[in-house]
């Protein structure tokens, strides 16, 4: 069955590619469950590996698309029934490759069918124009020759299958690269034995031999389709994703001011991925309470050693941990990117963080909240941006205003996030206010988009603002903010 | 795993049509996902929006194979011992006070206090024998001569570390009491495990892993006419094909909680038991309340009533 097992784990490095999260525990289970259900039925097998392997209802959608990609073959149950299960596996996985090649050649490239004719005819040369039969055909000596006019179908698909994996094929990245690896598996499958072999026929230049090496040069034509599609095929199995995760690899490190607006739907897509990891790693989290009702059992386990004297009391209750936030954004045009990921980050994790006050601000501030709690993501920081952003930054203003309005909400189990480059165009700092708010809030948090160096550069008032919280940061690519946000849900008590 | 009725576990369609005949009528996923628990042996995690009937299911694999079925209402806050075990403290110190009074007879005649130590360790202890044992439903599932179905029910209301102790019992069946050992279950008699969640928060990745992953959407109108029709036979067809059809129109509207499964049959219930023949507006508007829990969505669908009844009467 190894040939039919080793399809399996590529289907499963197909599945991983298209971000579904499979386990080497899964992949056996995959295995396992292949040897019950068989492969007689296609939509049986579909539904029961969609069980076994995609775990969310997101998944079982991608799921879907890929097995149908991977086993993309409609005579799928006519061929394998012939051959039962309890014939030898090999033969079934030429069936896979095999449909999985004709398929694809009718599809894009009628030579490539025309190929699969051509290659078999060497089996039977009665194909051949009836002259030709008087003498004798050449058997051609290179083993891809060989394979090429004698050897059937599924042995082709097999070893060009095989030639690709060990290439890795499914390593292709870029369409570019398509022409690469085609002629990396003509190369693994012996194609210089071939080409070698051609060019003595025609050097002899005897009849048989210019016939043989004619029809040599045919099947090597049609292989390269072949192979050609084969690899088209994998690059859309394997690239297509990867390609993908290279982007948001890259995006995730980009500075968010230099993002494009092209880029924002995948960086929104990102921004929730994080936040859903986020959410995972912290919702109900919990520490022991010295208070609540009494464990009947702890204690009396821990106090056996005692005769049964009651003096060591162990306690129930929990408490959910989770920290209450404020969030203030800087919203003047040369920030506003870097608040409005902050938000839409903050935003997503309403699991963990049900308490987010939002504040914007370029001048006075104004609360936030309710609005996008109400209005979808986009329109809620268009409405922000309109009502409070792209004006002339005044943090003292913000920070006396915070004082009037929000100050009596903070108390020692609230964190405020300021998000600002602290700019404040040569105006009153009024950071005796953020001392006060430093004083009376477990913590302040500064996420500065610009770098250290420049903190203190112009009209940069950090210098004053950041002894007055408990932690002054660079943040400017979603890395940083991720990291960020980690940190504030670890460190939370 | 021979249980009784294992043959009607034999393939996907004897599974359907036995699901029939209690009056249960699944889609080919959940027939599937019920064919390779068995046959891999693993718990089935059932995932959905309310009321599609996931606990229903592991109570009807239950009825279908005659075998018990335990289950373990999930809670935040729910621990090992109302889950696994207990121990039976009361019946523990009065263990002690016998122990002490009989102390004397069995330290009778030792010399020095190795020997006392000695003949201490010589008696046999039950402290922390299953004599002292409460099986809570985990334990009890396992324990089951004929093997059983386990329901563990909205897993995901339980606490993160819950999960945790139940990883043990969903991978090997089996689990650990630090005091006695290993408890397995017995070879061949495996029970049948079901969990539920609603997804009011992600399960971990350890637990989805050692489980097929089931997830049941609402049904298509032509599932659903015959879902009813098998719930509530003395329906007329007509009526049925109107009522479903309505009932998914609702679903794609946007309200705070759609009418899942179980509100279809309690609503055609009620137009039995109106005499209704067939739906029409005023009807509709007077028994809303059957299918729609918010006062919010009432007034929504209320607001659009005659165009959703008459497409829903076209339809039939």
Request: some cysteine.
């Amino acid at each position: 069955m190894t040939q039919l097992h080793d399809t399996m784990v590529e289907f499963v490095k197909a599945l991983r590619t298209a971000n579904i999260k499979v386990s080497p525990a899964e992949t056996l289970d995959a295995v396992e469950t292949l040897d019950i259900v068989g492969l007689e039925d296609k939509g049986f097998l579909k539904n029961s590996l969609s069980l076994v392997l995609s775990k969310t209802p997101e998944e079982k959608t991608a799921f879907e698309v890929c097995f149908d990609r991977f086993f993309s073959a409609d005579k799928f149950g006519s061929n394998t029934s012939g051959s039962q299960q309890s014939n030898d596996a090999p033969v079934e996985d030429d069936a896979f490759d095999d449909e999985n090649f004709e398929q694809e050649g009718s599809d894009d490239a009628p030579g490539g069918k025309g190929g699969m004719g051509g290659g078999q005819g060497g089996g039977e040369p009665g194909d051949e124009s009836g002259e030709e039969i008087d003498f004798d055909p050449l058997s051609p000596q290179s083993d891809l020759g060989q394979l090429l006019l004698e050897g059937n179908r599924g042995e082709q698909m097999l070893k060009m299958a095989e030639a690709g994996r060990k290439v890795d094929v499914s390593q292709i990245v870029v369409f570019t690269q398509k022409g690469l690896y085609t002629r990396k598996i003509m190369d693994a499958m012996g194609l210089k034995g071939l080409q070698d072999e051609i060019g003595e026929m025609q050097d002899e230049g005897g009849r048989p031999e210019m016939h043989l090496a004619g029809r040599l040069k045919g099947a090597r034509d049609q292989l390269r389709e072949a192979v050609r599609d084969y690899v088209e095929r994998q690059f859309f199995l394997h690239a297509d994703e990867s390609g993908k995760e290279l982007r948001e690899e890259l995006l995730r490190k980009v500075k968010l001011s230099n993002l494009e607006k092209r880029n924002f739907k995948d960086v929104q897509e990102i921004v929730f991925k994080m936040a859903k990891k986020l959410v995972s790693i912290h919702s109900k989290r919990r520490k022991t309470f010295k208070r609540g009702q009494l464990d009947i059992r702890k204690t009396l386990r821990n106090n056996m050693q005692y005769d049964g004297m009651f003096f060591d009391l162990k306690w129930k209750s929990q408490k959910v941990d989770r920290p209450k936030v404020m969030c203030i954004c800087d919203v003047s045009g040369s920030v506003s990117n870097y608040s409005r990921f902050l938000l839409m980050f903050l935003y997503s994790l309403a699991e963990v963080l049900p308490k987010v006050r939002s504040f914007a601000f370029s001048s006075d501030l104004g609360e936030v909240t309710r609005l996008f709690e109400q209005t979808k993501l986009e329109d809620a920081m268009a409405k922000t941006m309109r009502d409070y952003g792209n004006g002339s930054t005044d943090y003292g203003q913000m920070l006396s205003d915070f004082k009037s309005h929000c100050m009596k909400d903070v108390d020692s189990k609230t964190t405020i996030i300021i998000l600002g480059d602290a700019r404040n165009n040569y105006g009153d700092p009024k950071s005796e206010i953020l001392r006060e708010v430093y004083d009376k809030a477990q913590r302040v948090i500064w996420l500065n988009p610009e770098p250290k160096s420049s903190w203190t550069v112009g009209d940069a008032e950090m210098k004053k603002y950041a002894p007055s919280c408990h932690q002054a940061e660079v943040c400017n690519s979603l890395t940083h903010l991720e990291r960020v946000v980690a940190n504030l849900l670890r460190v939370a008590t | 795993m021979a249980i009784k009725h294992f043959e009607r576990l034999k393939d996907v369609e004897t599974i359907r049509s036995h699901f029939e005949q209690q009056r249960y009528i699944c889609s080919l996923e959940i027939a599937t996902a019920v064919f390779l628990a068995y046959h891999l042996e693993k718990p089935v995690l059932i995932e959905g929006p309310p009321g599609v009937g996931k606990t229903e299911l592991a109570k009807t694999t239950a009825e279908m194979l005659e075998l018990p079925c335990i289950r373990l209402q999930c809670y935040e806050g729910l621990d090992e011992s109302k889950a696994i075990y207990e121990w039976k403290y009361g019946k523990q110190l009065l263990y002690t006070q016998v122990l002490k009074e009989t102390l004397g007879e069995i330290l009778d005649g030792a010399q020095g206090l190795s020997e006392s130590v000695a003949k201490l360790h010589d008696f046999g202890d039950i402290f922390f024998s299953e004599e002292f044992l409460e099986p809570r439903p985990l334990l009890k599932a396992l324990g089951e001569k004929e093997s059983c179905v386990l329901l563990i029910d909205e897993v995901d209301k339980s606490d993160h570390e819950f999960e945790s102790l139940l990883l043990e019992m969903l991978s090997d069946f089996q689990l650990s009491i630090p005091e006695i050992g290993t408890i397995k279950a017995i070879p061949g008699k495996k029970p049948l495990v079901f969990l539920t969640s609603n997804n009011t928060r992600e399960i971990s990745d350890a637990l989805k892993r050692r489980c097929l992953h089931l997830y049941i959407p609402f049904p298509d109108a032509e599932l659903e006419t015959k879902i009813v029709e098998a719930r509530v036979p003395e329906i007329p067809p007509k009526l049925n094909l109107q009522l479903v059809a309505f009932i998914q129109e609702l679903r794609g509207m946007d309200l705070k909680k759609v009418p899942a499964i179980s509100e279809t049959i309690d609503w055609a219930r009620t137009l039995i038991l109106l005499h209704s023949e067939s739906l029409d507006a005023e009807l509709v508007r007077q028994t809303l309340n059957v299918i729609l829990k918010f006062q919010e969505d009432i007034e929504t669908v209320k607001s659009e009533l005659q165009g959703v009844t008459n497409r829903a009467l076209k339809a039939s």
